[in-house]
T-cell receptor
Framework: GENVEQHPSTLSVQEGDSAVIKCTYS??????FPWYKQELGKGPQLIID?????GEKKDQRIAVTLNKTAKHFSLHITETQPEDSAVYFC????????????FGTGTRLLVSP | GAVVSQHPSWVICKSGTSVKIECRSL??????MFWYRQFPKQSLMLMAT?????????EQGVEKDKFLINHASLTLSTLTVTSAHPEDSSFYIC???????????FGPGTRLTVL
């Protein structure tokens, strides 16, 4: 089955810096890769996603890149703000079947003012 | 759009009692919903996949007789933790997949504490 690894487990940056979180997946059949932000005591919130027919996607300060050959994808946050502090999860799934998401282990991002 | 609600947001119960958690997609139809549990500082663990009008599919190691799932309509799935014990205390989160799309939208979670 699919296995998703995520690094780093914690990331501390200064406000205004960029943050990069990386994930690798094992199943070459996976073709949908969402990123979720989870604040303390809340459910995960979808912040951006990418499909395997696209190499990069941007939404304001957030971007995701995908390298299908290497089977890894990354989340890039530019001009970080204290409110970006949260736990970020990557995930992978296929478009067929039940389309279960397999999650990474999470990255705790702390943005200091 | 794409709002998912859960009720209750938190519940405290005595050992041996049953607890029902509701998951609703408020502004879209969801033939498929998912139930996860999350322990502190850990990732989400899929418990089961719930499909409207059919039996849920449970992940390996999840007791289907203990975690009863009902998906009676295109906007509502329920998870009942039967005969709850302290080790069942956790954060339970549902998600709903919008019909025709791959995105999953998560509810706010339910914190269950079993005394």
């Amino acid at each position: 089955g699919e296995n998703v690894e995520q690094h780093p487990s914690t990331l501390s940056v200064q406000e205004g810096d960029s943050a990069v979180i990386k994930c690798t997946y094992s199943d070459s059949a996976s073709n949908y890769f969402p990123w979720y932000k989870q604040e303390l005591g809340k459910g995960p919130q979808l912040i951006i996603d990418i499909r395997s027919n696209v190499g990069e996607k941007k939404d304001q300060r957030i971007a995701v890149t995908l390298n299908k050959t290497a089977k890894h994808f990354s989340l890039h946050i530019t001009e970080t703000q204290p409110e970006d502090s949260a736990v970020y999860f990557c995930a992978a799934s296929k478009d067929t079947g039940f389309q279960k998401l397999v999650f990474g282990t999470g990255t705790r991002l702390l943005v200091s003012p | 759009g794409a709002v998912v609600s859960q009720h209750p947001s938190w519940v405290i119960c005595k050992s041996g009692t049953s607890v029902k958690i509701e998951c609703r997609s408020l502004d879209f139809q969801a033939t498929t919903m998912f139930w996860y549990r999350q322990f502190p500082k850990q990732s989400l663990m899929l418990m089961a996949t719930s499909n409207e009008g059919s039996k849920a599919t449970y992940e390996q190691g999840v007791e289907k007789d203990k975690f009863l799932i009902n998906h009676a309509s295109l906007t509502l799935s329920t998870l009942t933790v039967t005969s709850a014990h302290p080790e069942d205390s956790s954060f339970y989160i549902c998600s709903a997949r919008r019909d025709g799309r791959n995105e999953q939208f998560f509810g706010p979670g339910t914190r269950l504490t079993v005394l």
